[in-house]
């Protein structure tokens, strides 16, 4: 398997699976490198850490919760790509995937309390993998959008965020939709919290517990709402357009 080639079908069915499994293991492979010592999945963590660890999931946090007021919660959770429109503004206009790009920073937290090591090791392997889902997306976008994909492509960076102007990111911050449907990784946000005051990492397991039936309400409240929901959406293509024809030849940020 060529780890810079597109994901398999199956492989992006069960991203986030794949995504929450790799919290248990990670924290298996700490107890025993550690000398088993402790509760395997809630260790002792390091204050200094735990901040930090808090910090990255703060902002990792917001980007998710401003991405997914772009889209709904059916979406973000669905085990197949969608193409019924192509979403290109609020955090869309400066990066093509925000919202990998918060997951990688809350699960960078999740790392920390581990230390950096396992951290950066942990991190490295989510990047490697996220970057086969994109290209699934990606691969899966071009075919349904042709050109205007192609566009937005050259406009706008897969990963780091480049010099849009603030007229392209018109639209909301937060939706209910957009909070509900981060359940999860806002109870891993109070989980981190609780944490760090409490000095080992039991209190997440039962803030991430509660965040996911949060979001299993979100994603039952917008299969409900159906049509309503997505109604709700902004329409901002013309601001990918807008931005296509601004960017200055030779300029353009390219994928990759």
Request: aromatic share 16%; glycine share 10%; net charge neutral.
């Given at each position: 398997?060529?780890?810079?080639q597109a994901?398999?079908p199956?492989?992006?069915?069960?991203?986030i699976?794949?995504l929450f499994?790799?919290?248990?293991?990670?924290?298996?492979?700490y107890?025993?490198w550690?000398g088993s010592?402790g509760v395997w999945?809630?260790p002792?963590?390091d204050p200094?850490?735990g901040?930090?660890?808090?910090?990255l999931?703060?902002?990792g946090l917001?980007?998710?919760?401003?991405g997914?007021?772009?889209?709904?919660a059916?979406?973000v959770?669905?085990?197949?790509?969608?193409?019924?429109?192509?979403?290109?503004?609020?955090?869309?206009a400066?990066i093509?995937?925000?919202l990998?790009v918060?997951?990688l920073?809350?699960?960078?937290?999740?790392?920390?309390?581990?230390?950096p090591?396992?951290?950066a090791?942990?991190v490295?392997?989510?990047?490697?993998r996220y970057?086969r889902?994109?290209?699934?997306?990606e691969g899966f976008?071009?075919?349904e959008?042709?050109?205007?994909?192609?566009?937005?492509?050259?406009?706008v960076p897969?990963w780091w965020?480049n010099?849009?102007?603030?007229?392209?990111?018109?639209?909301?911050?937060?939706?209910?939709?957009g909070?509900?449907?981060?359940?999860?990784?806002?109870g891993?946000f109070?989980?981190?919290?609780?944490?760090?005051w409490y000095?080992?990492l039991?209190p997440l397991?039962?803030?991430?517990?509660?965040?996911w039936?949060?979001?299993?309400?979100?994603?039952?409240?917008?299969r409900?709402?159906g049509?309503q929901a997505?109604a709700?959406?902004p329409?901002?293509?013309?601001g990918?357009?807008?931005?296509?024809?601004?960017?200055?030849a030779?300029?353009?940020?390219?994928a990759?």
């Open positions: 398997m060529n780890l810079f994901a398999q199956w492989e992006y069915r069960w991203r699976a794949i499994l790799s919290q248990p293991v990670l924290a298996a492979i107890y025993f550690n010592q999945y809630a002792p963590i200094t850490y901040f930090i660890a808090t910090l999931a703060g902002c917001a980007i998710r919760i401003w997914t007021s772009f889209l709904t059916e979406v959770t669905g085990l197949t790509a969608r193409n019924d429109r192509l979403v290109v503004g609020g955090p869309f400066a093509r995937n925000p990998y918060g997951t920073l809350i699960f960078a937290g999740f790392g920390m309390f581990f230390g090591v396992f951290a090791i942990f490295a392997v989510h990047w490697l970057g889902v994109i290209r699934y997306e976008l071009k075919q959008w042709g050109a205007q994909f192609d566009a937005y492509c050259k406009t897969r965020p010099s849009t102007s603030r007229q392209h990111f018109a639209g909301p911050f937060a939706t209910i939709d909070i509900l449907g981060n359940g999860v990784f806002f891993m109070l989980g981190y919290s609780a944490s760090v000095g080992t039991e397991v039962h803030f991430e517990a509660l965040g039936m949060v979001s299993g309400i979100a994603l039952l409240r917008t409900y709402l049509d997505e709700q959406l329409d901002l293509t013309a990918m357009q807008l931005a296509a024809q601004e960017s200055p030779g300029q353009s940020r390219h990759g």
